[in-house]
Nanobody, 124 residues
Framework: QVQLVESGGDSVQAGGSLTLSCAAS????????MAWFRQSPGKEREGIAS????????DYADSVKGRFTISRDNAKNLVSLKMNSLKPDDTAMYYC?????????????????WGQGTQVTVSS
């Protein structure tokens, strides 16, 4: 059974940093791309970062480019999202996604597996 478990969400002040982690189990994470999405109340779930199976290629949404960094440790079946210069607009539930089967990567329907999410709240 595939399971993705996110952690690291917290409440921080604007300008602060957080690192989210996603632990994968039940399959070999190194065999698939992984991604981070986020969703605010009343908004669509949006893809913000993705990473290729070997970690060599990454993609970012314009809204987080230059502030967020996605990385992975395949030996530990772990993917992380380092978030710097956080803004109130970054407040959302953050989700880990795995095993991409569609395009484009930043759409919810392109991914097979999802975690339950971790909440990030940024205050001004």
């Amino acid at each position: 059974q595939v399971q993705l478990v996110e952690s690291g969400g917290d409440s921080v002040q604007a300008g602060g940093s957080l690192t989210l982690s996603c632990a994968a189990s039940g399959y070999t994470a190194s065999s698939s791309s992984m991604a981070w999405f986020r969703q605010s109340p009343g908004k669509e779930r949006e893809g913000i970062a993705s990473i290729s199976p070997n970690g060599a290629a990454t993609d970012y949404a314009d809204s987080v480019k230059g502030r967020f960094t996605i990385s992975r440790d395949n030996a530990k079946n772990l993917v992380s999202l380092k978030m710097n210069s956080l803004k109130p607009d970054d407040t959302a539930m953050y989700y880990c996604a795995a095993r991409r089967f569609g395009s484009p990567w930043y759409t919810r329907g392109a991914w097979q597996y999802w975690g339950q999410g971790t909440q990030v709240t940024v205050s001004s």
